[in-house]
């Protein structure tokens, strides 16, 4: 099945208001053992002016990482993750000892952001990463390649809108999932939908649509998760074959959208410019 | 202690409280081991700094609802077999470079990894590949073995990898990582007088070196 909006991925449908919350562009390479914790802080001092905040997080582990690297050798702590970011600017950057990602999200209404789409997250992310192998490769004496795993991941939020005011209409927006309704019977109704779906779209590229529903914990709204995630690596593991690769992440993700969502929705809430 | 480590890889809210107060007892006890404690205390931390999720967005709705259903699938899988995720065909050749990027024996590994790194890049560049089945082999022949030196390591046509000690004219060994439980072994040793003896044979991988050795084989 496939969306006729989609069309040719070299003219691009662009929403008014598409649902999108939160674009993370993300590479996995190999560990850095030599990376300590002290080299974050003139790291940090780099991007400080752009980025005046930090905050540690839990490492994500890469699901297909047969080894992760838990703690270097004379490391007292682990070294966590880190967000660099403003709270005026919806860039963000995550660095932890194997992976350097870039989020553009969507910022409170207090100070709106449009979203700049993947050209210009793309390009931001290019820039960033080169700065920060600049980085790696004067204080740590290392590179950023072999690569391990590159990731595009388009996080979207979906609230009640006018075709879907209940869990009962989930279908309105997400036509893959009416085979679920289908199994409904008089005492058993369809409450929600937890699922990811992975689709192969060439050896080097796999793609998760994944569905979760739920409800906001502030205002008990209901809210469904929509995540797209292409992920794999250039067969080079090259950082140079990580361009081509994230492109064509791009072109998957956009027609895989386009199918999984319906075309009302498309056209009337989130609206072709 | 066991106990403990459990309820902390499942991502319990006071592990690190029950680590300590069950390394105190353990203290008073004449079984009372600083390394043992000092072991689980490390793997603690690495828990409790992993998110547990390869969730990488920011914001906090979707991170709940992504990382919720995260958390549930963990106990879920607690009794079932190991299901791995999809992955790509690159996937092993990383998982080769990194576990001898991250071994013990750093320098002669590190170097191992860059070879085969290059190695990958030219073959795919010829359009053909490293057998996977070989590439595991040569792996692990390598991690197990860090008192070997540094091999030429090169890629046979049938896409298998082969090493050679090369000490001198008509003064080698050579194994080559077939994939399957017997490695190729060849190798000339001088044996005086201008005398070279040829071998030519398989082994299993296992045993192979102990075997080269006995016929006067070095691997320095």
Redesign the interface.
């Known amino acids: 099945m496939t969306n006729a909006l989609a069309g040719n991925t070299k003219e691009r449908i662009k929403f008014e208001n598409p649902p999108i919350?939160?674009l993370?562009v993300?590479l996995f390479h190999?560990?850095i053992?030599e990376f300590k914790a002290q080299h974050i802080g003139i790291y940090w001092d780099r991007i400080r002016e752009k980025y005046p905040l930090c905050e540690q997080?839990?490492?994500?582990?890469?699901?297909?990482?047969?080894?992760?690297?838990?703690?270097a050798p004379g490391e007292v702590?682990?070294?966590?993750?880190f967000?660099f970011?403003s709270d005026h600017h919806p860039t963000?950057i995550?660095v932890q000892r194997n992976a350097f990602?870039l989020?553009w999200?969507?910022l409170s209404s207090s100070t709106p952001s449009e979203y700049p789409h993947y050209e210009t997250v793309i390009k931001d992310f290019w820039r960033e990463i080169e700065d920060y192998k600049a980085f790696i490769q004067e204080f740590i004496g290392r590179e950023l390649d072999?690569?391990?795993?590159c990731?595009l991941?388009y996080?979207n939020?979906i609230t009640p809108n006018e075709v879907f005011a209940n869990q009962g209409q989930l279908m309105n927006m997400l036509p893959p999932v009416t085979s679920f309704y289908d199994i409904q019977t008089g005492d058993r109704q369809f409450a929600g939908l937890?699922a990811t779906a992975?689709y192969?779209v060439n050896?080097?590229?796999?793609l998760d649509l994944?569905i979760?529903s739920?409800r906001?914990?502030d205002t008990m709204e209901l809210?469904v998760?929509l995540?797209l995630k292409a992920?794999?690596?250039?067969?080079?593991?090259?950082l140079d074959g990580a361009r081509a690769w994230y492109d064509s992440a791009h072109d998957a993700t956009y027609k895989l959208f386009f199918d999984a969502t319906a075309k009302q929705v498309q056209e009337t809430i989130w609206k072709p410019r | 202690m066991e106990a403990a480590l459990t309820y902390a890889c499942n991502g319990g809210v006071s592990e690190l409280d029950m680590m300590f107060n069950t390394a105190s007892l353990d203290r008073t006890s004449e079984n009372y081991s600083y390394q043992r404690w000092e072991h689980h205390r490390r793997n603690i931390l690495s828990a409790r700094a992993h998110s547990g999720s390869g969730f990488t967005g920011t914001m906090t709705l979707p991170r709940r609802l992504f990382e919720a259903t995260a958390r549930d699938l963990q106990r879920i899988y607690w009794a079932s077999p190991n299901i791995i995720p999809e992955f790509t065909d690159s996937q092993q050749i990383f998982d080769a470079i990194q576990a001898l990027y991250l071994s013990s024996n750093t320098p002669r590994d590190r170097q191992i990894a860059d070879r085969i790194t290059a190695l990958h890049r030219d073959a795919l560049a010829e359009d053909e590949h490293i057998l996977p089945a070989s590439l595991s082999q040569f792996t692990d022949f390598f991690l197990a073995q860090p008192g070997l030196g540094l091999p030429k390591i090169t890629l046979t046509p049938d896409g298998t990898l082969r090493t050679r000690w090369i000490h001198g004219p008509r003064n080698f060994v050579a194994i080559e990582f077939t994939g399957e439980p017997l490695a190729k072994l060849v190798a000339e040793i001088p044996r005086g007088d201008s005398l070279t003896a040829p071998h030519f044979g398989s082994e299993p991988v296992e045993s192979i070196v102990s075997v080269a050795c006995a016929i006067g084989a070095s691997f320095a």
């Not at chain 1, 997080?57 to 838990?70: K, Y």
């Not at chain 1, 072999?146 to 795993?149: T, V």
């Open positions: 919350t939160e993370v993300s190999l560990p053992p997080q839990g490492v994500v582990v890469n699901p297909s990482d047969a080894q992760p690297l838990m703690e702590f682990p070294l966590p993750r967000w970011f963000l995550q990602m989020n999200r969507r072999p690569i391990q795993r990731e991941t996080v939020v937890n992975t192969r050896p080097s590229l796999l994944a979760r739920g906001r914990s809210a998760g995540e992920y794999g690596v250039p067969s080079d593991l090259s």
